[in-house]
């Protein structure tokens, strides 16, 4: 069974915040974590939003998912309502970017899969 792991695609005006991993790739993700036991998908990326970003989202629409041998990403709309996110663990580095400029960004590879989600919610 695959592992249930939730991102944010995190919108302000016409950008979508990007996180930036060190570990265990490298490369651009759409924030969020793992699901744990008990937990609905919604509150387990507002939970891993406020441990990754130290902020807080308001969790919409669920956009679409990925998914490969190990790991099922689910993609949901979210809206900052607290501080501006700032990286923290895992990540060194965020990024806010227009539609016109994610294929610029070197994706890891299930996060990249979530890019026609995005672009299809408008």
Do not use: C, N
């Amino acid at each position: 069974m695959a592992l249930v792991v939730v991102a944010a695609a995190i919108r302000r005006g016409g950008q979508v915040l990007a996180a930036h991993r060190l570990r265990p790739e490298i490369g651009w993700e759409f924030p969020g974590g793992k699901v744990e036991a008990g937990e609905t998908q919604p509150d387990a990326l507002a939970r891993e939003i406020r441990e990754e970003l130290d902020t807080e989202i308001a969790v919409g629409a669920r956009l679409g998912e990925a998914g490969d041998d190990r790991i099922r990403l689910v993609l949901y709309a979210a809206t900052l309502t607290g501080a501006e996110p700032r990286a923290r663990h895992d990540h060194d580095a965020l990024r806010w970017v227009g539609v016109d400029e994610l294929d610029g960004l070197e994706w890891l590879s299930i996060d990249r899969q979530l890019l026609a989600h995005l672009r299809a919610a408008g």
